[in-house]
Each structure stands twice: as C-alpha cells, then as structure tokens.
C-alpha cells in the first residue's frame, strides 16, 4: 500500500461528495477508476453504471456494468430511473439514480465513471458535484490504445477519434483536469484530487471544532511543564 493511502480515511459530515469521472473512449477511465478504487474502497462508493453494450472481455455483470437490453434501459427511462443517461456510439449508458442518492445521503463520497454526454448532465443537475476529466497524452497514443484494445473495426475506431476531438473541446466545463500519460502518475493526481476536496472547509468542521476543544490530560501535563519553567526561571 502506497505511503498516502491511509491519508484519505476522512470521516464523512453530512451528505457525501459526489465524484464525477470522465474522458474519451480508450484514455484508460476504467483503468485509473480500478486502481482509485483498490485504495480507497472504504471510504469512496463506486456508483456501477448501466449499458446496453455488449460485455468486453473479462468484464462482468454487477461489478463493471449493469448489461441490459435496450428495451429495459428504455424503460428505466421512462420511470426517470437514471441521475444521468446518454446514447455514445449506438448504445446506451446511464447511472441509475437510486443508489447514488442512497449513499450520498448516508454521508458517503461516490465516484462515478461516465461518458462525457452523462457527465455534462451531471454538472447541470448536481452543480456540488466535482468533475474531473481524463485526457490522453495525445490523439496518436488514444489511437494506440483503441487499436491495441482490438475489440472494434477501424471505421468504429476512427468514429471514436473524431468524438474525442469533439469531447475534449468540453474539457473548459470540468473543475479538474488529469492527464493519463503513465498510469500510477494520473492515479496519484486523481487521489490528490479527492484529497483537497476532503479538505474543504465544510468537510473539516468537526476537525476545526476538535482543535478548539481542550484535553485534560494534556492540560495536566502543560501544568507540569510551566511549573518546572518557573522554577527553572527563578
């Protein structure tokens, strides 16, 4: 475990932060998402997002998407059962509501990793929300990744690289940005991030109405301290 994991163990006030995650297809959200994740899964909620895609390899059900039919995913529109929804290259995602304002109200930080569409609508609805996108060194290092990924044909790839274009035009809209070059750097700024925000002041109060406060026993001992300097003084 990494010498800053153990920093992040603040006790949530009140209602959580909402963490928001985005970026192009490929700059590696889910990666970077998994690793956030491995160290701070006591105190941040993954919100698991919904989609009509088909499984990638290695991904599961319940732990990586919800993977439904369009027909379920329509409906769950219709109930205004989604915080957020979008249609990205001929397929739905969404983040159901439900669990995201659950836990928010149980005090807890969740994390949502979402398309930038989705992302956008976040910010209009929860404007608390902390947004943070994901961008690539480069267009040519996105394509790498898309072409080494190997789950797409060119034409959907290229398709992809003209909505990264568009998409990263939108980064002005984010409070945060991280560069995703080499993978534990961008991990590290992206904890940093949740980092700060846990030391905003409305997150702090309970720490500042701590050191207002006076211990006994440190007392006593301060007693004995001035007493001997007295003494020594005299």
């Given at each position: 475990?990494?010498?800053?994991?153990?920093?992040?163990?603040?006790?949530?006030?009140?209602?959580?932060?909402?963490?928001?995650?985005?970026?192009?297809?490929?700059?590696?959200?889910?990666?970077?998402?998994?690793?956030?994740?491995?160290?701070?899964?006591?105190?941040?909620?993954?919100?698991?997002?919904?989609?009509?895609r088909a499984p990638r390899p290695g991904e599961k059900h319940g732990q990586d998407y919800y993977f439904v039919s369009k027909?379920?995913?329509?409906?769950?529109?219709?109930?205004?059962?989604?915080?957020?929804?979008?249609?990205?290259?001929?397929?739905?995602?969404?983040?159901?509501?439900?669990?995201?304002?659950?836990?928010?109200?149980?005090?807890?930080?969740?994390?949502?990793?979402?398309?930038?569409?989705?992302?956008?609508?976040?910010?209009?609805?929860?404007?608390?929300?902390?947004?943070?996108?994901?961008?690539?060194?480069?267009?040519?290092?996105?394509?790498?990744?898309?072409?080494?990924?190997?789950?797409?044909?060119?034409e959907k790839i290229e398709k992809r690289l003209a909505q990264a274009r568009r998409e990263m035009e939108a980064a002005h809209?984010?409070?945060?940005?991280?560069?995703?070059?080499?993978?534990?750097?961008?991990?590290?700024?992206?904890?940093?991030?949740?980092?700060?925000?846990?030391?905003?002041?409305?997150?702090?109060?309970?720490?500042?109405?701590?050191?207002?406060?006076?211990?006994?026993?440190?007392?006593?001992?301060?007693?004995?301290?001035?007493?001997?300097?007295?003494?020594?003084?005299?």
């Open positions: 475990m990494p010498w800053f994991a153990g920093l992040f163990e603040v006790s949530a006030v009140a209602r959580g932060t909402l963490f928001v995650m985005t970026g192009a297809s490929g700059v590696g959200k889910g990666t970077i998402r998994a690793q956030v994740m491995g160290y701070l899964h006591k105190s941040l909620h993954y919100s698991i997002s919904m989609t009509t027909e379920e995913f329509e409906a769950r529109i219709a109930r205004n059962g989604f915080l957020e929804h979008a249609e990205f290259v001929g397929n739905y995602y969404g983040t159901p509501r439900e669990p995201v304002e659950e836990a928010l109200d149980r005090g807890l930080d969740v994390l949502l990793e979402i398309e930038v569409q989705g992302a956008l609508q976040v910010a209009e609805r929860a404007p608390d929300a902390v947004m943070i996108f994901i961008v690539p060194p480069s267009l040519s290092e996105l394509k790498h990744r898309l072409l080494l990924r190997g789950t797409e044909s060119l809209n984010f409070h945060y940005v991280v560069v995703n070059d080499e993978l534990g750097s961008a991990v590290n700024d992206f904890m940093a991030v949740i980092r700060a925000e846990r030391l905003r002041y409305p997150r702090m109060r309970e720490a500042i109405a701590q050191a207002l406060t006076h211990d006994p026993e440190i007392d006593a001992e301060n007693a004995v301290l001035e007493e001997t300097i007295r003494k020594a003084g005299s």
